[in-house]
């Protein structure tokens, strides 16, 4: 059912979005449809056109609710009208483009953004995000009425941006894409097994995105990059639940036919030349997954990759992950030094301090290796990279 | 169509700028407003004179008091505002952009 729901949701809240001209209103029709088939399919079983069953329900809800509320007069006429009637075969248009680029708006907070794209676009309950991200219902509750009431106060249109504003506006969408899919990999396994899976939900909006712009290479980057760390999820976790490192990863548990299908979307990217920062992190993760083994892997590619990003998108953690390269191509005394510099930009994060370590390890200075990996655990909550840390420690 | 004011941020350093950066700034907010005032688009706005002449009315202890200087003391400040009145907020967005300076857009509220 999740995976109807997240297919339907979007479509109808788009189309209802662009008949109502109301975001508020169009969405809490659909919640009200999702509502009514949460109670329904598990006793009737899910409808042979699931689509138009969530339409009908959500155009009967939503002229209750008109009713109810006199200021809704004219928006009762667009619902009432028979041509929003989806009983014949033909399915409603795809503006779920619109509706992606209206929740990633710049002028909605990044946490309004998550919510959301999720609610409108996937599906998602507000129970569903809160447990998502481990926030209190209410607090999701709140983000997504501020949300929706400055899309209305604000006039944020419903509509794809014109060429001039494009490219800023696609990376505000893979920046909330890649975020949720970041919260999602993190996930220790604390979510219940019932619940939707952050990392997959993040997935699937690029894929959706990639569908309906198939000529942005950094959307198909992106995917890539995720694609290859989804390939290799199996390997992430030991049996404890610590995090194992790429390093001592069972590459045998990598999913290998993924990997080599997301090989096929880089290919599609390399072919548009035009290259973006998530199309090269996509090369590094495949550098790593095309590699038989961690002795294999070939740094040299990585390291270029690396200097192209540092080019474009240069910042204290892509020089801190450009180091480890340069460790393996040019040395752990040069790797250090270029990592000595980040020290005041990135003294709070503990992966600075855990690379910190492993160099040092490296150079032979195990005292200071160690203070390194203390100072790294101190700086973490992750309980399944402080399993990792202390480990280290022991 | 919609209505935003645009409250343009200045830095007080602005003003002690050799006088031929400064022109040329000025020159370029009045071919900005010039273009949207041809558009039909400017439908008022003002530069204000500087920090130093502000001064803010508020009540303290019950009473309306005068205190020297800005509502909020900080290091950027309100220069000037436009209103203007365009389709949507990418529009309002787009003009915010093209104008040399921080810019804070704020929807207007209509009664």
Redesign the interface.
Same mark, same amino acid.
Request: hydrophobic share 40%; net charge negative.
């Given at each position: 059912m999740a995976a109807v729901f997240r297919e339907e949701a979007g479509r109808l809240t788009a189309a209802l979005v662009k008949r109502l001209g109301d975001f508020n209103l169009a969405e809490e029709c659909v919640q009200d449809a999702l509502v009514s088939a949460l109670e329904h399919w598990p006793r009737e079983g899910i409808p042979n056109n699931p689509g138009a069953w969530l339409m009908t329900t959500a155009r009967r809800k939503g002229i209750d609710r008109l009713r109810r509320e006199k200021r809704y007069q004219e928006k009762l006429a667009e619902l009432e009208e028979p041509a929003m009637n989806t009983s014949s075969a033909t399915s409603l248009p795809d503006e779920r483009l619109e509706l992606i680029f209206t929740c990633c708006h710049p002028a909605l907070a990044r946490e309004a953004q998550v919510a959301l794209t999720l609610r409108s676009v996937a599906g998602f309950t507000t129970p569903e995000i809160a447990r998502a991200f481990l926030v209190p219902e209410a607090t999701v509750a709140q983000r997504l009425v501020r949300a929706k009431r400055k899309i209305v106060d604000a006039r944020i249109p419903f509509r794809v941006p014109d060429r001039e504003a494009l490219p800023e506006r696609i990376e505000e969408v893979l920046a909330v894409l890649y975020l949720m899919f970041n919260e999602g990999y993190l996930a220790t396994g604390d979510r219940g097994t019932h619940d939707r899976d952050l990392a997959r939900e993040a997935e699937w909006l690029t894929g959706l995105l990639a569908e309906l712009m198939p000529d942005e290479p950094e959307v198909f980057g992106l995917l890539a990059l995720m694609r290859f760390n989804l390939a290799r999820m199996d390997a992430r976790f030991d049996k404890d639940g610590a995090i194992v490192l790429l390093r001592d990863q069972d590459r045998s548990k990598w999913d290998r036919r993924r990997i080599d299908e997301t090989f096929t979307i880089v290919g599609r990217f390399l072919t548009m030349r035009r290259p973006g920062p998530y199309q090269l992190q996509a090369l590094i993760a495949g550098a790593h997954a095309d590699a038989k083994t961690w002795d294999a892997t070939r740094w040299p590619d990585i390291l270029i990759s690396y200097d192209a990003l540092l080019a474009i998108a240069d910042s204290p953690v892509v020089r801190l992950n450009r180091a480890i390269a340069l460790w393996h191509v040019h040395g752990a005394e040069q790797a250090y030094i270029e990592i000595f510099r980040l020290a005041s930009d990135l003294d709070r994060y503990h992966l600075y301090h855990a690379t910190r370590a492993e160099l040092l390890r490296a150079l032979g200075r195990s005292d200071e290796a160690r203070a390194a990996d203390r100072r790294a655990l101190e700086l973490t909550e992750n309980p399944a990279e402080r399993a990792l840390l202390a480990a280290r420690l022991t | 169509m919609?209505k935003y004011a645009l409250l343009f941020f200045n830095d007080e350093s602005f003003r002690d700028r050799s006088k031929d950066e400064v022109d040329a700034v000025y020159a370029e907010v009045t071919r900005w407003s010039q273009d949207l005032q041809g558009k039909g688009v400017l439908k008022g706005g003002m530069e204000l004179q500087s920090k130093g002449t502000a001064m803010t009315v508020r009540r303290v202890n019950g009473a309306m008091r005068v205190f020297d200087g800005p509502f909020i003391e900080s290091k950027e400040h309100v220069g000037g505002f436009a209103m203007i009145e365009v $389709?949507?907020?990418?529009e309002a967005?787009?003009i915010a952009k093209a104008f040399p300076g921080g810019i804070e857009v704020r $929807?207007i509220v209509e009664h």
């Open positions: - | 919609a $389709p949507d907020l990418d967005i787009r $929807p």
